[in-house]
């Protein structure tokens, strides 16, 4: 599914559909959380990609901001097809989130005030 830490594809269409992208972001936060990491993700701008897996990643328990402020990032870049990179994800990572996302186990989700949130949310999408 990724190139590399990028994912290609049409919004609306595998790999870019809503539950594929929301997968991805529950997947992401559960990464972080095994590996010891405090899961706070930075989109570069709100549309449906990033909301997509912001959504997901705020279900595992993760804080997203819109802008800088995380040591992962995803940045869009809008056209024919969309290109989405996740920055600051070594290919090594890459490949313990693809073994989360194709894996048998369930990936654990969170519930009621367990559940992530969005910050330094302003006009301008920048903190």
Do not use: H
């Amino acid at each position: 599914m990724f190139e590399k830490n990028t994912l290609r594809g049409v919004p609306g269409v595998y790999p870019l559909t809503a539950e594929n992208l929301f997968r991805i972001g529950l997947a992401l936060s559960a990464l972080f959380q095994m590996e010891g990491r405090r899961p706070v993700l930075s989109i570069d701008a709100p549309d449906f990609v990033t909301l997509s897996i912001a959504v997901g990643f705020m279900n595992g328990g993760g804080t997203v901001k819109v802008g800088e402020g995380a040591d992962v990032y995803i940045y869009c870049e809008r056209g024919k097809e969309w290109v989405v990179t996740f920055g600051e994800l070594s290919p090594e990572e890459v490949r313990r989130l693809e073994i989360i996302l194709f894996g048998r186990a369930p990936i654990p989700r969170r519930t009621g005030g367990e559940i992530g949130r969005v910050e330094a949310w302003t006009r301008s999408g920048k903190p």
